[in-house]
T-cell receptor, first 112, second 119 residues
Framework: DAKTTQPPSMDCAEGRAANLPCNHS???????VYWYRQIHSQGPQYIIH???NNETNEMASLIITEDRKSSTLILPHATLRDTAVYYC?????????????FGGGTRLMVKP | GAVVSQHPSRVICKSGTSVKIECRSL??????MFWYRQFPKKSLMLMAT?????????EQGVEKDKFLINHASLTLSTLTVTSAHPEDSSFYIC???????????????FGPGTRLTVL
């Protein structure tokens, strides 16, 4: 699976949009971009994933560049409960192993 | 949907004892489950892949005789830390890959984690 690069930490004001970048310049054509988050002392929570088109769900939006070498997770109106470590992972969808390889992630701190 | 439970959520044990952690998929079946461990302020590290009805596949550096994995049914995998020592203290997290049920097929869902403290 391709390696990802994320900033180690970010701050965001409550109520503002949080934009979390991820670089995945070695992504291959059949690899998806996945985002998970982990709130302190809990298991990771799935947020969103996409292949090449932008995606939106009730939690967030995912913007993938045209060359697919980077993406941005957008939390449109961050709340204090969004404080967590956010992991960007690229992998194929499916397959016998289907394991997720976690990098360092971005520690997002939402401040009042 | 897509709920994965772990039991216990927290355990404290004496050095030398064995501890069993259960991972259950509550509303879907999972032929494959994964076990991770996480040290404070570090990322998750995959320990092993558990397949229903067959032997687990361990990542390099993980002792299979110390971390026993059993995946006896499509909804349950167990991790037993044998002869636990203080250095085994960690946050253990499982995930289950959905293969049936009203959830995203083939996606992974994580349990809430088990915090093990070995005295």
């Amino acid at each position: 699976d391709a390696k990802t690069t994320q900033p180690p930490s970010m701050d965001c004001a409550e109520g503002r949009a949080a934009n979390l970048p991820c670089n995945h310049s070695t992504i291959s054509g059949n690899e998806y971009v996945y985002w998970y988050r982990q709130i302190h002392s809990q298991g990771p929570q799935y947020i969103i994933h996409g292949l090449k088109n932008n995606e939106t769900n009730e939690m967030a939006s995912l913007i993938i560049t045209e060359d697919r070498k980077s993406s941005t997770l957008i939390l449109p109106h961050a709340t204090l409960r969004d404080t967590a470590v956010y992991y960007c992972i690229v992998r194929t969808s499916g397959g016998a192993g289907n394991m997720l390889t976690f990098g360092g992630g971005t520690r997002l701190m939402v401040k009042p | 949907g897509a709920v994965v439970s772990q039991h216990p959520s927290r355990v404290i044990c004496k050095s030398g004892t064995s501890v069993k952690i259960e991972c259950r998929s509550l509303d879907f079946q999972a032929t494959t489950m994964f076990w991770y461990r996480q040290f404070p302020k570090k990322s998750l590290m995959l320990m092993a892949t558990s397949n229903e009805g067959s032997k687990a596949t361990y990542e390099q550096g993980v002792e299979k005789d110390k971390f026993l994995i059993n995946h006896a049914s499509l909804t349950l995998s167990t991790l037993t830390v044998t002869s636990a020592h203080p250095e085994d203290s960690s946050f253990y997290i499982c995930s289950a890959r959905a293969t049936s049920g009203r959830v995203l097929y083939n996606e992974q869902f994580f349990g809430p984690g088990t915090r093990l403290t070995v005295l």
